[in-house]
């Protein structure tokens, strides 16, 4: 079990009584049962499970005022839980008390073609809004990897591999409806696209984690599905040249869409994994949207950048089969790393720097990753100076999680000291929130607290998660 | 004068004590006197000027912390004040209190050109910077019209003309460096281009107009200046056809720069002004970024629509004297509108409305002021569903200024009625504090209230601004 970053306050169970209320409220949305409860105690995170009390599954956003004002009577915790791909710890029922579960919340709500915006409950997820989007020429971009909840998506901030083209749900999120601490129904902000108008609420719940409100609905951004797309790919026997063509693409205003790198560890686990011949070296796998005069232009620019910083067997597509087959390695990279042991799991960290500390940080992440007798891929979204390290370890084994641990300690900090940030899109949940005090410092986590406290006195909202103790 | 929208509290003047204080701690950097006093109690908005006590001009964070210090020992206002260019009365003082001037904090602390960043004091304007990155290939691209403080810019979440494809500066700060009520420095952020990482405390602060901390240092993305920039422009005697020719650009996906548009009034009081013969009918004005073959195809894309939906006399450039020639109507604008009466003065409005309701929100808004006494020109950024009336008043009449805050009340209640906001891009200030409640409604503003209270339990940043009483 991973040492947790600072120590949890005890446990805060739910009492009999406010088991009873619920039961009696909800009925059948209600459930004190083990295998529900243990469904809830557990999500991608490298931590132990740790269940509820009890799960509520919510129907609409009363349903979840009457929660939060039944929890808040009884100073119960509640947690959030959408699809439970979180992998820093959210969800984990780490104090006790009651989970709610909005995946039941899964209505388009509208779709605002005209104004390029969605309106969805918070469990909707993102790939179901799309497959509803298909007859719009509209989608949604933003694509963390997982099946992920739009509600979670929001909670935590995420983004994933076209965040350089269409940014992350910070830039995407329009509007939230959300449930305060104390029962109050809110709405965030207006359908306008841009608004001075007081504090920016949408962006204060956006990365919250759960824990200064509940957000059942969200307004998202849409965008006209492209008239044309390009793939590319290219090998680099350096990992600085691909870096560094993915930078110089960016400061020559190439609009990429998707600018992904691969470490020759993941390649060779691909190769070994899908039976391909892959040659085993950093690859770099590019995206363009566009027209299809500007989508050739793109790739044609790129080609030429590449070359110039060592880039070989660069290939481009416009055919969709084509790009499939080009990007297909990159689709296969997690579930390939996971092979590299049988029975493994992965543990994922997740640093994000300045474009400029990319290169460095990579090569010094690599240097030490090597050196361990874990296996460390490392593949990322470049584009944004963000990447992962798919730490391999059989769980099971307290000396693989502490060496994973410790990893994971060294790629923070050096991306802290990069002048970047210990988590680029998975959240700070359970496992960061020392970190949190690293990077922004005493007086700026003070800050935090003290909006956490006054917007949830008791702290029933996902309590020990993000704050530091 | 203008009704304010709800009564300020009592004055706090500051006490001889902190004024001794402060001549002590400041020297020659403090000052009482009337001159510079009147200079600061103005701003460009309707209110009748309303003077500080005294100025200090701060020359480093430092000096700003130091001021806090002895503002929060005696309780006494601090009001933030860049160019003086704020328009709905941000940087009056209000309650008296003493101005921290920032205008001479005006250094380029750091250009990360391969970052795609800069980090300036506060003080620096947006055409300072410019100016300082021409040979870097690099730009700020968010323009105001006023040659705005980048500090001021970031505390009142500033856009403009290519808001539509740069966004603002919600979407442009990477990180600040804020002074709180409490006298501690702290950074917003890292530099990383994205973060999961905790609340986000730099969207908290962009847009708080001076009441939750004063910005000292902004760290701000910048963007390649593009390769090729083509303009084009068209006439429309209908404004729908103007508004639903840029509504279908975005919709085409087509990355437009800028998307102005001009009603006939503001046409005809440019000819009248310039003595130019333009069609006296509603305008359209265009620009594009991007390669060569980009910029044509995209002009060419949008004059296909624009003949669609009745655009006549379609004109496009690539050359920049071309492209000087075809804007100069629009650049023109603001200062003929006020031609229109010798010595009148400008009231502003400022709504935004999702894009599906901005041709209704537009011919609505003309109905009703073509049928006031006062000229009301009407312009704006149409591609992020936002305009401005230009009305043009003379302060000394109170009957003008009654008409002028009649008409902005009803164009603030139809944007908030079509889903959109009372204040686009200009804030709140004193102005517009009771639209925020019907904006948000009482509960959100109660979040705004408990976060402005738990930041300045003293309530002496800029106090009386943004949150009614």
Same mark, same amino acid.
């Given at each position: 079990?991973?040492?947790?970053?600072?120590?949890?306050?005890?446990?805060?169970?739910?009492?009999?009584?406010?088991?009873?209320?619920?039961?009696?409220?909800?009925?059948?949305?209600?459930?004190?049962?083990?295998?529900?409860?243990?469904?809830?105690?557990?999500?991608?995170?490298?931590?132990?499970?740790?269940?509820?009390?009890?799960?509520?599954?919510?129907?609409?956003?009363?349903?979840?005022?009457?929660?939060?004002?039944?929890?808040?009577?009884?100073?119960?915790?509640?947690?959030?839980?959408?699809?439970?791909?979180?992998?820093?710890?959210?969800?984990?029922?780490?104090?006790?008390?009651?989970?709610?579960?909005?995946?039941?919340?899964?209505?388009?709500?509208?779709?605002? +073609?005209?104004?390029?915006?969605?309106?969805?409950?918070?469990?909707?997820?993102?790939?179901?809004?799309?497959?509803?989007?298909?007859?719009?020429?509209?989608?949604?971009?933003?694509?963390?990897?997982?099946?992920?909840?739009?509600?979670?998506?929001?909670?935590?901030?995420?983004?994933?591999t076209?965040?350089?083209?269409?940014?992350?749900?910070?830039?995407?999120?329009?509007?939230?409806?959300?449930?305060?601490?104390?029962?109050?129904?809110?709405?965030?902000?207006?359908?306008?696209?841009?608004?001075?108008?007081?504090?920016?609420?949408?962006?204060?719940?956006?990365?919250?984690?759960? #824990?200064?409100?509940?957000?059942?609905?969200?307004?998202?951004?849409?965008?006209?599905?492209?008239?044309?797309?390009?793939a590319a790919v290219c090998s680099f026997t350096q990992a600085r040249g691909a870096v560094e063509t993915v930078?110089? #693409?960016?400061?020559?205003?190439?609009?990429?869409?998707r600018a992904e790198f691969l470490d020759a560890l993941t390649v060779q686990a691909i190769n070994r994994h899908s039976k391909t011949t892959l040659k085993e070296q950093s690859m770099l796998f590019l995206e363009?949207?566009?027209?299809?005069?500007?989508?050739?232009?793109?790739?044609?620019?790129v080609q030429?950048i590449a070359h110039e910083l060592g880039g070989q067997d660069f290939e481009w597509a416009?055919?969709?089969?084509e790009r499939s087959r080009l990007w297909q390695a990159r689709h296969r990279a997690y579930f390939a790393c996971l092979q590299l042991r049988p029975?493994a799991?992965a543990f994922t960290t997740?640093?994000?720097?300045?474009?400029?500390?990319l290169a460095d940080c990579i090569e010094e992440t690599m240097a030490e990753t090597q050196a361990s007798s874990l296996p460390c891929p490392l593949f990322g979204h470049v584009?944004?100076?963000?990447f992962h390290c798919v730490i391999v370890t059989?769980?099971?084994?307290?000396?693989?999680?502490?060496?994973?641990?410790?990893l994971?300690?060294?790629i923070?900090?050096?991306?802290?000291?990069?002048?970047? #940030?210990? #988590?680029?899109?998975?959240?700070?949940?359970?496992?960061?929130?020392?970190?949190?005090?690293?990077?922004?410092?005493?007086? +700026?986590?003070?800050?935090?607290?003290?909006?956490?406290?006054?917007?949830?006195?008791?702290?029933?909202?996902?309590?020990?998660?993000?704050?530091?103790?």
């Amino acid at each position: 079990m991973t040492t947790l970053s600072s120590p949890l306050p005890a446990r805060r169970e739910a009492p009999p009584a406010l088991l009873s209320a619920l039961r009696a409220r909800f009925g059948d949305q209600f459930t004190a049962s083990e295998a529900v409860r243990q469904a809830h105690g557990h999500d991608e995170s490298p931590f132990d499970d740790a269940w509820p009390d009890a799960v509520v599954f919510a129907g609409s956003t009363q349903d979840v005022v009457d929660l939060v004002t039944l929890c808040a009577q009884y100073a119960t915790p509640l947690i959030p839980f959408g699809a439970g791909s979180s992998i820093e710890g959210h969800v984990l029922a780490a104090q006790g008390g009651i989970t709610v579960d909005l995946s039941r919340m899964n209505a388009v709500v509208a779709v605002h +073609a005209d104004d390029l915006m969605a309106t969805v409950q918070a469990g909707v997820t993102r790939m179901q809004l799309n497959t509803h989007l298909k007859d719009t020429g509209l989608f949604f971009p933003i694509d963390p990897g997982a099946d992920a909840s739009i509600g979670g998506m929001a909670a935590t901030r995420a983004s994933g591999t076209n965040a350089v083209r269409y940014g992350t749900m910070r830039e995407n999120v329009v509007a939230l409806t959300v449930v305060t601490a104390n029962g109050k129904v809110i709405r965030t902000a207006s359908r306008a696209r841009k608004s001075s108008a007081g504090y920016d609420l949408t962006r204060m719940f956006v990365g919250s984690e759960g #824990t200064l409100g509940i957000i059942t609905e969200v307004t998202v951004r849409l965008y006209p599905q492209p008239e044309a797309v390009s793939a590319a790919v290219c090998s680099f026997t350096q990992a600085r040249g691909a870096v560094e063509t993915v930078i110089r #693409t960016i400061q020559l205003g190439v609009p990429v869409a998707r600018a992904e790198f691969l470490d020759a560890l993941t390649v060779q686990a691909i190769n070994r994994h899908s039976k391909t011949t892959l040659k085993e070296q950093s690859m770099l796998f590019l995206e363009f949207h566009g027209t299809p005069a500007s989508v050739r232009e793109q790739a044609e620019a790129v080609q030429h950048i590449a070359h110039e910083l060592g880039g070989q067997d660069f290939e481009w597509a416009l055919q969709p089969e084509e790009r499939s087959r080009l990007w297909q390695a990159r689709h296969r990279a997690y579930f390939a790393c996971l092979q590299l042991r049988p029975g493994a799991r992965a543990f994922t960290t997740d640093a994000c720097v300045p474009l400029s500390r990319l290169a460095d940080c990579i090569e010094e992440t690599m240097a030490e990753t090597q050196a361990s007798s874990l296996p460390c891929p490392l593949f990322g979204h470049v584009g944004d100076g963000n990447f992962h390290c798919v730490i391999v370890t059989d769980p099971s084994q307290p000396s693989d999680m502490a060496e994973a641990e410790r990893l994971n300690q060294g790629i923070m900090q050096r991306a802290v000291r990069m002048g970047g #940030t210990c #988590t680029g899109e998975h959240g700070v949940g359970l496992h960061k929130r020392d970190m949190l005090v690293q990077e922004h410092g005493e007086d +700026a986590v003070a800050l935090m607290r003290q909006l956490k406290q006054a917007w949830d006195p008791l702290n029933i909202l996902n309590p020990g998660k993000v704050i530091p103790a």
